[in-house]
């Protein structure tokens, strides 16, 4: 939530100076397959539909053709260490905004999925290492369980 409050009337209606939004907003990967000129943002709570396409239009000078907004339910959860308590998130505004049909955005892949290549050599060299490592260990007139 904003640390700012948007400032009350004052009689004499004197101009308002405000240099930082009161809202804030967050793009966010889509969940389900959409159009490539439709973007979803995660925004504050007291935005509405003309706050949020004012909020691009004006500081990020983005054309917006559509916004539609709704509020997802928090999810609820049993606490882990409380028995019985039930734990529900906040819940969260998401907004879809919808670009002119000649522009496009794709979210961008920021972390690359890491490729499970399993390298042969490393794996017989580590078992040839083990191996000699517990050779190594076992005592002579010893119990083979008993080792250092």
């Not at 907003?25 to 959409?34: C, E, G, N, R």
């Not at 019985?84 to 879809?96: F, H, N, P, T, V």
């Not at 017989?124 to 002579?140: E, M, T, V, Y």
Request: aromatic residues 12%; charged residues 30%; contains cysteine.
């Amino acid at each position: 939530m904003s640390t700012r409050w948007y400032p009350l009337y004052q009689r004499g209606n004197p101009q308002l100076r405000v240099f930082l939004p009161n809202f804030w907003m967050k793009l966010i990967a889509p969940t389900y397959k959409q159009p490539s000129n439709v973007v979803n943002f995660h925004c504050s709570m007291e935005m509405t539909k003309h706050d949020v396409k004012n909020y691009l239009e004006k500081i990020y000078n983005v054309k917006v053709m559509f916004v539609r907004t709704r509020i997802a339910a928090g999810k609820t959860k049993k606490h882990e260490f409380q028995s019985g308590a039930i734990i529900k998130e906040d819940d969260r505004k998401l907004a879809y905004v919808g670009l002119p049909k000649d522009q496009s955005f794709v979210f961008p892949q920021l972390f690359k999925e890491a490729q499970k290549e399993v390298d042969e050599d490393n794996v017989d060299k580590s078992k040839a290492d083990l191996k000699n490592f517990i050779d190594s260990s076992k005592a002579p007139g010893l119990p083979p369980w008993f080792r250092m």
